[in-house]
């Protein structure tokens, strides 16, 4: 495939592996060794990049999503009066030690000081969750940043402070570069491909075996990657929020990043979405790739089971609608024929608006939190009556589980008749539960369950 895009001012005509990581070829064929690679894997930030002024981990986008775009590496950033004085606040803070994370700390710095003048402590530690610094630790990083932003004399969303090369108007060099393709070293190319509607996104599907890329956060690390692929994040049909009378209706390649800003985002699924790696894999991680992954471990497809919702699937035949808990038929196998695109997410609004929800999530260092258990709720009373409970739970099966047949045991009853039959409803879960042993153990899991259901209910029922 070939790619033009922008680093740093420079046109570049790249051709090659659509599949191949952006870092690799930053730092490989362009020689932007100021892009570090850690971990390839999304985890350690040392790889990040800016892609038309979003910080991502570079290690985890294929070059062809990066056709027509821009991007932004420290060797570029450190030419700009932000940097300039950034680089001060972190000497005067003796924040670089080896100096390995600076690079992609400074360009999540950037990222947040564009969109953000002035931010609180905890707003610095959140733009740079995902970036790990092994020598320095994080105080004085997170100092140097909020001393930069208190100097500095900008508003947000100024971007006269990246000086030359921030956008494709800007750009003043031409570079080319090549993956080794060419006589004699006939390499594995994959292709990949842009539609810019549905129907022509369909219309490929239908005559080409193609792997849908929608953010690539699951992809990429997936590493093994044979068949094309078709990068959805222009299709403008598959990114759209909107709600109508009976549902909220978010579209499959809508991005983290976008449901955290949209209003109508629900509060349930704010929460989940907080909870989900950090900056660098929400500005481009999608929920549609979280549902079609179809991992027990998805936050976003957990919120979809608790609340029943529905799923558009299309391709060039037609068009169907089928309920969540349907399309999942094991831990990796949906029901998509390999032709068909998961389009929108019909998330019901009765149960969202009406009553209280619960969102819990165990698990480790929180921007890399991959549930040991997840649980999400949904709970509503009318007239002294459980009008609504809906519990699910991930990471505990090879399928997020959710069983309406022991929440029909507390619906329609009295909160006081509800109180009493609580010992049988979690004894009900605790003998519906099979738990798979894992990193932890398959009785603790259930345990945990059982716990955060006893927890919810207490908030609810006050057991
Ligand atoms: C460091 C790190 C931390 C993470 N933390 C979390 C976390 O806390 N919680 C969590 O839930 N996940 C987490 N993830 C996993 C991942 O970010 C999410 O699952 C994300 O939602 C995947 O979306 P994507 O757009 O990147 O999917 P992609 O990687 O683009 O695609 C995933 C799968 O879905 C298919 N697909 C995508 N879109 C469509 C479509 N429209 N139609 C049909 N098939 C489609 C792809 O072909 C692929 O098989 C993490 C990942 C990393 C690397
Ligand atoms: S190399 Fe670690 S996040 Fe990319
Ligand atoms: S200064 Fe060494 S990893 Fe951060």
């Known amino acids: 495939m070939r790619v033009d895009f922008i680093v740093n001012g420079e046109k570049v005509s790249w051709e090659g592996d659509a599949a191949q990581r952006l870092m690799d070829v930053l730092r490989d064929d362009l020689g932007l060794t100021g892009v570090k690679c850690g971990c390839r894997e999304g985890e350690c930030g040392a790889c990040s990049v800016l892609l038309d002024g979003r910080l991502v981990n570079s290690c985890l986008v294929a070059i062809g999503r990066v056709q027509g775009c821009v991007v932004m590496t420290i060797e570029g950033y450190r030419t700009s009066a932000r940097f300039a004085l950034l ?43 995902g970036n790990l610094c092994r020598c320095t630790g994080y105080n004085a990083i997170v100092g140097a940043v909020l001393d930069a932003a208190e100097a500095g004399d900008w508003e947000a969303g100024d971007v006269s402070l990246l000086g030359p090369g921030s956008s494709p108007g800007q750009a003043h060099r031409s570079h080319s570069a090549s993956a080794g393709v060419g006589p004699g070293s006939a390499p594995e190319v994959t292709e990949g491909y842009t539609p810019r509607s549905l129907a022509e996104a369909l219309e490929m599907m239908a005559t080409e075996e193609l792997t849908p890329y929608a953010g690539g956060t699951d992809l990429m690390v997936a590493k093994e990657q044979g068949r094309p692929f078709l990068f959805l994040h222009e299709v403008e049909e598959l990114r759209h929020v909107v709600e109508d009378e009976q549902y909220l209706r978010i579209g499959a390649a809508v991005t983290y990043a976008e449901l955290l800003n949209d209003a109508l985002t629900p509060a349930l699924l704010q929460e989940a979405v907080a909870t989900i790696a950090a900056p660098g894999i929400r500005n481009v991680g999608t929920l549609g790739g979280n549902i079609a992954n179809a991992s027990p471990k998805g936050d976003g497809a957990l919120v979809c089971f608790a609340t029943d919702s529905l799923l558009r699937l ?85 399928v997020v589980i959710r069983r309406p047949e022991l929440d029909a045991l507390l619906i329609g009853k009295t909160v006081a008749q509800a109180r009493e039959t609580v010992a049988e409803y979690l004894a009900a879960w605790d003998a519906a539960l099979c738990p798979v042993q894992g990193r932890v153990s398959a009785a603790y899991r259930k345990q ?14 006050g057991v």
């Open 448 to 461: 945990v369950c059982l716990n955060l259901t006893a927890d919810f209910l207490d908030r609810h029922l």
């Open 87 to 129: 680089d001060r606040c972190f000497a005067a803070r003796s924040a670089v030690q080896c100096g390995y994370c600076i690079p992609g700390m400074a360009l999540a710095a950037e990222a947040l000081l564009a969109v953000n003048a002035r931010p609180t402590e905890a707003e610095v530690r959140e733009a740079l969750a």
């Open 314 to 398: 299309a391709s060039s035949r037609g068009e169907r609608i089928m309920p969540i808990s349907e399309f999942y038929r094991g831990r990796g196998q949906t029901a998509l024929e390999p032709d068909e695109l998961l389009v929108e997410v019909l998330l019901p609004k009765v149960w969202l608006a009406s009553g209280d929800h619960g969102f819990c999530k165990v698990g480790g260092r929180k921007a890399l939190a991959i549930s040991r258990v997840g649980f999400a709720g949904l709970f509503s009373l009318e007239d002294n009556r459980v009008a609504h409970l809906a519990l699910a739970f991930g990471a505990v099966e090879d």
